[in-house]
């Protein structure tokens, strides 16, 4: 069976990472990597959907902070293709307390804090997909890259 190189991720840079000027950095590690941006746009949702993104966390102790801490500031949201590409995404970005990503992670290099860990990715493909409904409503670009062919046999 071919591979599938369209697989879709949701990435998203939190205000503390918008504040701290690294969208460039978590940016770049992904294009360096061999994925496709398809979208990309800075946002200061509302609470709201805020909740919506993190529903499944709404039982939780910490979700009031979490919820503070989201809607702190604007936040900086990308949807990435390529083999892959969830899996691939939460391992760049390390484990979600940075105390335990290694150095070379995103939240390894960057974060020290489960409350400031500076970035989200998707955790499943299914996830990927309703979180990029959720922030691209008006869709995601298609387009071939001229240098797939030296990133995929
Ligand atoms: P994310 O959704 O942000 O990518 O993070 P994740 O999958 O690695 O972790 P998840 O369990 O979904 O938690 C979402 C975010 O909530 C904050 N958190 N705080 N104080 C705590 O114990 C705690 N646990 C999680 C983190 O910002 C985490 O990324």
Not at 109 to 122: K, M, Q, V, Y
């Amino acid at each position: 069976m071919a591979p599938n190189v369209s697989e879709r991720t949701y990435i998203m840079v939190k205000p503390d990472g918008v504040d701290r000027g690294l969208i460039g950095e978590i940016l770049s590690r992904f294009e360096k990597r061999g994925f496709k941006l398809i979208a990309s746009k800075l946002a200061l949702p509302s609470k709201e959907h805020l909740e919506k993104h993190y529903a499944d966390l709404k039982e939780r102790s910490f979700f009031p902070d979490l919820i503070r801490y989201m809607h702190s500031g604007p936040v900086f949201c990308m949807v990435f293709e390529g083999l892959d590409a969830v899996k691939t995404g939460r391992a760049m970005l390390g484990a979600t307390n940075p105390l335990a990503s290694a150095p070379g992670t995103i939240r390894g290099d960057f974060a020290l804090a489960t409350g400031r860990n500076i970035c989200h990715g998707s955790d499943s493909v299914e996830n990927a997909e309703k979180e990029i409904a959720l922030w691209f409503p008006e869709g995601t670009l298609q387009y071939k890259l001229s240098q797939a062919a030296m990133i995929y046999e």
